[in-house]
């Protein structure tokens, strides 16, 4: 028996082995300073970069952040502190079908909403489809951990006379609140990653961006772009915009279990 | 109820009926003291749901006294605890039926806040509740910052007359900056009495505040509870009669719900007027 599961923990770190050492073994190659600053040079020319990818990446997690920490955040407390029973039990579902929805999808429905009516392309669309996909997530996370708030620390709080706002927000949020960031860095690595929804919302760009409403380039679309050209140069470009990008979700990751360890001021 | 204390126990002194609304009950239990009541409470009932958890409860607690509520679980008696700051709003099936007056002012009124309620009376719960995010001084005075108030000088000097009222001044005034869970058990509740104490409050409700904690702790918190009733009303519920007996001036028996018997601590543990009091306090039950 104990064979069999340990066969079975080292099947699931096996794909994860060997994700990391082809990426690394490919990728390597063709990271160099230029990669980080240059631009895409065009089809089949040696050279370049993906720096406006990357750049793109960062603004585009940070609109996403715009919309799905506030909204996700302060869904959670709704679900988690102010309790009605039948419409926290619809929100929940809701929530819980959204974060099933195919990606893909949450992409057509903003490219009709918002790609359609403006006509063209955008930052502004690729942000807002991955914030859309991280508000459901980041409001379950952020109702689970605030339920695991002992139920004292809002009793006591409230026996002082402060206000429940008040006593929500300054207390017990504040002790979920290694929990809420945990949730909010784990939603930002999942959507860093999302290619479909940005294949018509910010469409990618071989230039920089000069303003929201044009689009934008992404690392997951370079790397698509770049891995079904036919030219060698671009699969190694690919390979290496895929290391970055693993790169960047593993830090997000390191940061949350940073975050999570337990240290003197473990909550009772 | 009246007439049998009146008939068995003539060492209660024989008081005026005590001032209150329309409708003055035979069956309500006399102020003994000659001190004005802090809590007037009159047909107190608290259900949740389709259970009935306290049934038509009436006492006048007075003021500057400890009171101690006890009897055997489930009688009802930290229901009528929390009935007394408004903490049953919390709970959305709770029903309160009944007058509570503190200090004259019905708390259950129409257009009464809770939260000015909650400041007048404090509560200490049984297990004891620093904020973990927060250092012992940043505790004591929470309550005084979340509602507002800037002023670091009154911070500081109501800081320092907590932690003093709470006997916990001298262990923790080298390190006011620590978190606050980094104290011992009994110094954790104690910081729960002096967070309770930095507003002011006029009436102090505690819930078993010394049941979770050690011998030596227990008699620091009774020390205390004796200290504090020179400047508030206490109440407290307590499952130990030992310790009813050796901090309160005036006991209230519970059972299954109901007021059985109130009276003067002494004679509750010397000469109650019911049986099942009796019974209770010899220990035949519960």
Redesign the interface.
């Known amino acids: 028996m104990q064979a069999v599961t340990c066969a079975c923990a080292l099947l699931v770190v096996v794909p994860l082995a060997l994700v990391f050492y082809h990426v690394l073994k490919s990728g390597i190659g063709a990271l160099n300073w230029a990669f980080f600053t240059q631009l895409p040079k065009p089809v089949g020319e040696p050279g370049g970069g993906m720096a406006n990818a990357i750049v793109g990446t960062f603004e585009l997690l940070g609109l996403a952040a715009l919309l799905g920490v506030p909204v996700g955040v302060c869904g959670g407390i709704f679900l988690s502190e102010y ?1 009605y029973t039948r419409l926290n039990w619809w929100i929940r579902f809701a929530a819980d079908v959204l974060n099933g929805v195919p990606s893909i999808i949450w992409g057509m429905v903003v490219c009709a909403l918002v790609v359609v009516p403006m006509q063209g392309f955008s930052a502004w669309a690729g942000g807002l489809v991955l914030g859309f996909i991280m508000i459901p997530l980041i409001m379950r996370t952020t109702e689970e951990v605030l339920r695991l708030v ?1 139920q ?12 429940l706002r ?2 929500i927000l ?2 017990v949020a ?2 979920a ?1 290694k929990g809420i960031v945990t949730g909010i860095l784990l939603a930002l690595a999942r959507v860093a990653g999302e290619t479909a929804p940005l294949l018509f919302t910010a469409f990618g760009n071989v230039y920089w961006n000069h303003h929201l409403s044009e689009p934008i380039a992404a690392l997951p679309l370079q790397i698509f772009n770049y891995a079904i050209s036919p030219y060698e140069e671009s699969h190694r470009q690919a390979w290496a915009g895929a290391l970055v990008l693993l790169f960047m979700v593993a830090i997000i990751n390191v940061a949350v279990r940073a975050l999570t360890r337990e240290r ?2 473990k ?2 | 109820m009246t007439e049998n204390q009146h008939k068995t126990s003539p060492i209660l002194p024989v008081l005026p009926p005590p001032r209150r609304a329309l409708g003055a009950q035979a069956a309500i239990a006399p102020a003994p003291a000659a001190a004005p009541a802090a809590l007037a409470i009159r047909d107190l009932s608290v259900s949740f749901g389709p259970n009935c958890a306290l049934k038509q409860a009436s006492l006048d607690i007075p003021a500057r006294a400890v009171t101690a509520i006890i009897g055997p679980n489930g009688c009802g008696k930290s229901t009528f605890l929390r009935a007394l700051n408004r903490m049953h709003d919390l709970v959305p099936s709770a029903r309160v039926q009944g007058q509570v007056r503190l200090f004259g002012s019905d708390i259950y009124g129409p257009g009464v806040q809770p939260v000015v309620i909650r400041r007048r009376v404090g509560m200490v719960f049984q297990k004891a509740n620093p904020f973990p995010t927060m250092s012992v001084a940043d505790n004591v005075t929470v309550g005084l910052r979340l509602n507002g108030v800037r002023d670091r000088a009154l911070l500081a000097q109501r800081l320092h007359q907590s932690l003093v009222m709470a006997i916990l001044w001298d262990e923790v005034k080298d390190r006011l900056d620590a978190p606050a869970i980094s104290l011992s058990g009994g110094q954790q509740q104690r910081l729960c009495i002096a967070r309770a104490l930095a507003v002011e409050p006029e009436v102090l409700l505690m819930d078993e505040p010394a049941s979770a904690l050690d011998p030596l702790a227990t008699a620091r918190i009774e020390d205390l509870i004796l200290e504090l009733k020179d400047n508030l009303t206490l109440v407290i519920v307590t499952h130990n009669m030992q310790q009813a007996a050796r901090v309160s001036d005036y006991t209230a028996f519970f059972y299954m719900g109901q007021l059985v018997e109130y009276g003067a601590t002494v004679k509750i543990f010397t000469n109650p007027a019911k049986q099942q009091t009796e019974d209770y306090v010899t220990g035949r039950f519960g």
């Open positions: 309790g002992p004292g620390y809002r009793e006591a709080a409230l026996a002082l006379g402060i206000p008040r006593a300054r207390i504040r002790a609140l003197f001021g909550i009772p």
